[in-house]
């Protein structure tokens, strides 16, 4: 939501789907969204909103502590607005209970009408218990991403990841990543040099969206990994999941 090259160009139209609680964490998550232009596809429920508690180690490294909440009793939308990607993350689509449900429903729904879709593998743990069903989800994809603990979790190697989805983003931190396109190697990606690091926290995602922001601005595959690339190093130069507030991508 918050990239663009020049002044002249518009952000592109983000909206984030999920629920919240009736309490103060529920307040700033949907007032961030709002601060940021993204549209709110919220929904409220009683209870507490979910959080991830995270453990950085001075290395930089992290680990998770999680609390869903209300985030799990997701329903399906009466309806989705119009979008060229559609993107969830493989906890949503494996978690047990309503809230992968939901996300599958949201998948055909999109795919029918018209979006593409990509999703990120996270969470080794949970992809090696679900290995079966993590593939089904990523047989969805037409674009993925994941890192090489996740291709081990789900017991694959790059000749059987290249031909999981048409276009796979394989990350490998410091020695940047690998495009897959029709089953074969398209191309290397070097890691964008970061400031600093400080937290590793968010850099996978960022890659994402960088990726799929050049992905939607007609950017050729590399072109759009090496936008992703940039936003990970930024990611990892502060404390948290999100850009630094001075961030423009040059």
């Known amino acids: 939501a918050r990239l663009r090259q020049d002044e002249r160009q518009k952000e592109i139209g983000v909206a984030y789907a999920g629920s919240i609680g009736t309490d103060e964490v529920g307040t700033r998550f949907l007032d961030a969204l709002r601060m940021h232009g993204i549209q709110p596809l919220m929904q409220h429920v009683n209870g507490s909103s979910g959080r991830i508690l995270a453990f950085v180690t001075p290395e930089g490294q992290r680990t998770f502590a999680v609390a869903l909440g209300v985030s799990e009793h997701y329903k399906m939308p009466s309806e989705l607005p119009k979008a060229k990607y559609f993107f969830i993350t493989s906890i949503t689509g494996l978690t047990p209970g309503p809230i992968s449900h939901v996300a599958w429903m949201m998948l055909d729904q999109m795919r029918r009408s018209g979006s593409r879709i990509a999703i990120a593998f996270e969470s080794p743990a949970m992809l090696e218990k679900s290995k079966n069903k993590a593939l ?115």
């Open 136 to 250: 089904e989800l990523a047989a969805k994809a037409d674009v993925l991403f994941l890192n090489e603990e996740e291709m081990k979790a789900v017991g694959l190697d790059e000749a059987a990841l290249a031909k999981l989805a048409p276009l796979v983003y394989l990350k490998k931190g410091a020695n940047g990543s690998v495009i897959f396109s029709a089953g074969t190697k398209l191309a290397e990606i070097t890691a964008h040099p970061a400031k600093k690091l400080v937290d590793t926290t968010g850099a996978g995602d960022n890659y994402a969206a960088g990726v799929l922001w050049g992905l939607a601005h007609g950017k050729d595959a590399a072109a759009s990994a090496r936008i992703g690339a940039k936003l990970g190093a930024a990611a990892v130069s502060k404390f948290g999941a999100g850009l630094p507030l001075d961030f423009r991508l040059e």
